[in-house]
């Protein structure tokens, strides 16, 4: 009997205990610990600009952004020496805009 009574003494201990220490324990990792990208940027347009579907000239025209507009850059493609295409996504509030709205796209540098 009190071989039992300890045993469980021992496992309801390690329960209670062992999983503060768990990812989803409740211990917060400190943000440095964290691998946010360090290259991400943000470009706020000073020209009317045109958003493409594909990185090139002749792509179909999505929209037509304008002064002032704040875009994130996804990635770069680079065609050739003169010619630089940015993807970017549109600053948008996921909760009130329309979910059919188009948010992403290519611009030329």
Known sequence: MINNLLKNFCLIT????????????????SLNQNNFPLN???IILSSNI???SFPEIYAKE????DVGT??????NWK?????IWV????????????????KKGWIKM
């Open 14 to 29: 390690f329960a209670l205990i062992a999983p503060i220490t768990l990812p989803a324990g409740g211990i917060q990792k």
């Open 40 to 42: 991400t940027k943000e």
């Open 50 to 52: 045109s958003l493409y």
């Open 62 to 65: 999505l929209l037509v952004l």
């Open 70 to 75: 704040t875009l994130s850059v996804l990635r």
């Open 79 to 83: 065609v050739s020496e003169n010619e």
């Open 87 to 102: 993807r970017v996504e549109l600053a948008s509030n996921k909760l009130l805009d329309d979910p059919n709205k188009i």
